[in-house]
């Protein structure tokens, strides 16, 4: 079984960035196509971004699209989501998952999830 652990998620000012990593362990990682969720207090679970086993496709949700890049270090097992321009409404905690797809019934694996905080 894969597991997947989130680190780097924190407080940081409005226009300020943020880079998340999700490690995996166990049957890793890098044979699946991972994404990235956000949960805000009280919302559903939204996509944020998804990126395929080699790394060769991407895709984002709207909320991410100019902003957020997905990448991947498959000889880590690491998988990435750099997050620039943040805006409070980002405040949320982030979960990576393994899958394909952008709705949450399509991930079967799931991190801890890790908070992020924008500040206004």
């Known amino acids: 079984q894969v597991q997947l652990v989130e680190s780097g998620g924190g407080l940081v000012q409005t226009g300020g960035s943020l880079r998340l990593s999700c490690a995996a362990s166990?049957?890793?990682?890098?044979?699946?196509?991972m994404g990235w969720f956000r949960q805000a207090p009280g919302k559903e679970r939204k996509f944020v971004a998804a990126?395929?086993?080699?790394?060769?496709?991407?895709f984002y949700g709207d909320s991410a699209k100019g902003r957020f890049t997905i990448s991947r270090d498959n000889a880590k097992n690491t998988v990435y989501l750099q997050m620039n321009s943040l805006k409070p409404e980002d405040t949320a905690v982030y979960y990576c998952?393994?899958?394909?797809?952008?709705?949450?019934?399509?991930?079967?694996?799931w991190g801890q999830g890790i908070q992020v905080t924008v500040s206004s």
């Open positions: 990126i395929s086993r080699s790394g060769g496709n991407e």
């Open positions: 998952a393994r899958g394909w797809g952008s709705h949450p019934y399509e991930y079967d694996v």
């Open positions: 166990g049957r890793t990682g890098s044979r699946y196509d």
